[in-house]
């Protein structure tokens, strides 16, 4: 995402009066204290907990089944995309950028948290695009899905969008790193950004990839998502219509209904919270002067703050879809945290 290009060179433009030209400093700052600061750290701390019930909970009903290992990825995903997301706001909050800590934090959080949380927030995106293909095909062959899709074809699909976009953050890391540096205006030496000589060579490459990948993902999702639903509904019409005329079919088991479903929810959730950031992406190409350092960069910085907090939302509420909408995760949750929700029952 663009919003994690480094901070200082928009803060100078800012001084100058540059950045001020819809938005000024003063209401940029307060929305990102409101949305980083509170907002998405509440989102951040409830997903990592919630994602690491997942993962327990999916680990422990077995990677049988191309969907768990599906769903296992999808929640080690929004972890890390959460707990990089929420070191990134650390690194904006007010009172850590003031307690005289030995670096620049705005700085730092462009590598150690900007980039890997983008990274990892559009490997959820890819990994939720896949299996809402994979539901599709599901759907439309109900017989031959375990023969095309089987558990190790799915875990190589899901390991390959892992490294592929990871190797995306290469060209960055391999032209800036952390290091002491002298800041003049502090008269301290401090941990901050250092490009190599070759940074201005892939400059911006990261952020285009970045954009194209979401773009790309995104609109696959859409037309996933809604190829699913109708061919869902023709599925549960013509299954009626069988029953009927007494016909027999080879109609999805409610078991696999429940599951395309719950997927149909997942994506249609990622879709409205990766809404406002796809739109972001391409107004940074479209509008001029809509970019960390142009002339509507606070603008650029206060909105990308409320696509962080739909970005949060939608990798914390998972945990709450699949209990609400899973009859076999409810059953595995029960199991492994019964004891707990039993006891504090007690308690009260």
């Known amino acids: 995402m663009e919003l994690f290009v480094n901070k200082t060179n928009t803060e100078d433009l800012e001084s100058t009066g540059v950045g001020d030209f819809l938005l000024g400093a003063e209401p940029r700052a307060i929305f990102e204290i409101v949305n980083y600061v509170f907002l998405c750290n509440i989102f951040a701390v409830f997903g990592i907990i919630s994602n690491i019930i ?4 999916f680990y422990k009903q077995g990677l049988t089944s191309s969907i768990n290992i599906s769903f296992l990825s999808l929640a080690i995903s929004d972890l890390c995309s959460l707990i990089t997301l929420l070191w990134f706001n650390i690194c904006a909050n007010p009172l850590f950028v003031n307690s005289g800590v030995t670096m620049v934090p705005s700085e730092v959080q462009h590598l150690t948290g900007g980039f890997p949380h983008a990274c990892f927030a559009r490997i959820t995106c890819l990994i939720t695009t896949y299996v809402t293909a994979e539901r599709c095909l599901c759907i439309t062959l109900p017989l031959k899905i375990k023969q095309i899709i089987t558990p190790k074809r799915a875990a190589f699909i899901i390991f390959f969008i892992y490294i592929f976009m990871i190797a995306s953050l290469l ?6 790193y952390i290091d002491w540096k002298f800041y003049p205006e502090k008269n301290r030496t401090l ?4 490009p190599t000589p070759d940074h201005n060579k892939v400059s911006g490459l990261t ?14 999702l859409i037309i996933f998502t809604i190829t699913l639903i109708v061919k869902l509904r023709a599925k549960t019409k013509w299954r009626k219509e069988s029953i009927q005329e007494n016909k027999q079919s080879d109609s ?6 429940k599951t395309i479903n719950m997927v149909i929810v997942i994506a249609s959730v990622l879709i409205v919270c990766y809404t406002p950031s796809v739109v972001l992406s391409a107004a940074g190409f479209i509008v ?4 960390v350092v142009g ?3 606070n603008l650029f910085f206060a909105t990308w703050s409320f696509g962080f907090v739909l970005d949060s939302f939608n990798s914390s509420i998972s945990m709450l879809l699949y209990y609400r909408m899973s009859s076999k995760y409810r059953t595995t949750f029960h199991d492994l945290f019964g004891f707990c929700i039993s006891k504090n029952r007690l308690e009260n």
């Open 54 to 57: 997942n993962i327990i909970v």
């Open 171 to 176: 060209p960055e890391y391999a032209t800036m």
């Open 191 to 194: 941990l901050g950004l250092v």
């Open 207 to 220: 952020f285009l990839l970045y954009a194209v990948y979401i773009l790309v993902s995104f609109s696959a």
């Open 252 to 257: 999805l088991s409610s078991r696999d209904q």
């Open 288 to 291: 001029p002067g809509f970019f």
């Open 295 to 297: 002339r509507f960069s």
